[in-house]
């Protein structure tokens, strides 16, 4: 049983699964106080202690149903067992013929039942990164590997028909049918694990579906198809939106009796009672500030939202400990400073006036942002460019405070989204948000990738109007 336990571990390590020493001996512990008979309880230990997040339990049960089930026809069945010789035998040439390719070798030992080198070949393919490509852009790099695979694949089918169609064993027709049913059972799971990449559970994310309402209001409307009128009439209802926003949050406390005692207080206090503490003081409890990361698509229409949240939160920046802004359309730039230095010219005396000088100097920063050249509007949107590069040059700046909100439509012009780094953004911040300003019914069609994102995201939601952001924010803040 340590043999079979030992072997399933590796194969959860190859595909992705974190799986510690300790675990694996904590595992061995209780499967020896359960009755191994009972399926369902082997399980649910195994579970328990290899699947340590609700997110992972999909991986899990797929590498569990390989392991423990999709091995059965690796495994002759009794009746065909008087052809364990030919089965051998072909294995044997198989594994002469693989002439030390790594893709060859890991399906040859696949076929033997020990699938540790092919998962851990196919997790590789699965988390490949692009290598940046400034001229002519295509995914060509993880599709051509998996189609090397899919050509060994396919070359193992083709070389077992032929062995078998010499009739090397002197095999009856019926004989031969069983063989090479078997081998294609197996090599057809190595291409299922190949092509369907099992999703994360990721069952708790929050969603916000909306459509376009009929309405034709200034708070329904798209931002997409605001008048240079309307735009002007938008900004002054954020603005009075923020001044409320931020009154409210300024008036926001917790509720004192609650918490972490105060030993001090409450020993200094209780001398009123001759030193019985019957007032208890509690520790105060400052509003948690998290702090943000924005990052927004400026390309076509998704800017004219992302500007308009961009306004709201730097308005209502006294809320946050840190905002940080990032804006994209094929590569990544940080426009925090922008803000920062305008801002800073904002000073007034009266509340009032430093209020609506603080938001015309978010405006005038977005105006520059949009005319200057610090980024190519005209090139092709890509996201997995974008996540890329932002996880070499500004991963170590996420933290467990950090929020990152993404605001874009997750169209990535056919290029691979690299969607699993999204997944290690998620891994190093306390939430993932995606605001989309598309409709709910556009999420799934032509290149959008808006589905292999919201594996990795905390919340998903619609941004099309004022309506939809002005929730958004209210809810973020308080």
Request: glycine content about 4%.
């Amino acid at each position: 049983m340590l043999d079979i336990m030992v072997e399933f571990t590796n194969c959860c390590r190859s595909y992705g699964l974190r799986v510690s020493t300790s675990e694996v001996l904590d595992c061995i512990r209780h499967i020896s106080l359960i009755n191994l008979l009972d399926e369902q309880e082997f399980h649910t230990v195994l579970q328990s202690n290899y699947a340590k997040t609700k997110r992972e339990q999909n991986r899990f049960n797929s590498l569990y149903n390989l392991f423990f089930h999709g091995r059965k026809s690796v495994k002759l069945e009794n009746s065909f067992t008087h052809l364990a010789g030919t089965f051998n035998k072909i294995m044997d040439i198989m594994e002469k013929n693989h002439d030390n390719e790594p893709t060859k070798k890991a399906l040859t030992e696949f076929m033997r039942g020990r699938p540790a080198q092919f998962l851990a070949q196919i997790h590789r393919l699965n988390i490949m990164s692009v290598r940046e490509q400034k001229f002519f852009k295509s995914n060509m790099d993880q599709l051509s590997a998996k189609l090397s695979v899919m050509l060994a694949i396919n070359q193992m089918r083709q070389k077992i028909m032929e062995l078998n169609g010499t009739n090397f064993d002197n095999l009856n027709q019926e004989s031969i049918k069983i063989v090479n049913s078997h081998f294609d059972k197996i090599l057809d799971k190595a291409y299922t694990l190949l092509t369907d990449e099992p999703r994360e559970n990721n069952s708790s994310i929050v969603e916000r579906k909306y459509g376009i309402q009929s309405d034709i209001e200034l708070n329904q409307r798209p931002f997409s198809s605001l008048s240079v009128k309307e735009v002007a009439q938008v900004i002054e209802v954020i603005e009075m939106f923020a001044k409320k926003l931020k009154d409210q949050a300024s008036r926001r406390f917790r509720i004192k009796k609650r918490g972490v005692i105060d030993i001090k207080k409450t020993l200094r206090n209780s001398g009123k009672y001759q030193g019985v503490p019957l007032d208890i003081k509690f520790k105060d409890k400052p509003i948690n500030k998290s702090s943000l990361i924005v990052l927004c698509d400026v390309s076509g229409s998704v800017w004219s939202s992302a500007r308009f949240m961009l306004n709201v939160l730097y308005a209502l920046q006294e809320c946050f400990e840190r905002i940080r802004s990032f804006i994209f359309v094929a590569e990544i730039v940080e426009v925090t400073e922008y803000f920062k230095r305008l801002d800073n010219n904002a000073v007034s005396t009266d509340s009032r006036a430093c209020f609506i000088s603080g938001v015309d100097a978010v405006n005038s920063a977005i105006e520059t942002i949009l005319n200057s050249s610090i980024i190519n509007k005209n090139e092709h949107t890509d996201y997995g460019a974008v996540l890329n590069s932002f996880k070499k040059r500004y991963l170590n700046i996420l933290n467990h405070k950090t929020t990152v909100i993404i605001m874009g439509d997750g169209r990535s012009n056919y290029l691979n989204p690299q969607a699993h780094i999204l997944g290690e953004i998620r891994e190093k911040c306390k939430r993932v948000i995606w605001l989309n300003p598309e409709s709910h019914n556009t999420w799934d069609s032509g290149d959008s990738e808006i589905f292999a994102y919201k594996q990795h995201c905390h919340e998903i939601r619609t941004c099309i109007n004022l309506n939809h952001l002005t929730q958004f924010v209210n809810e973020l803040v308080l």
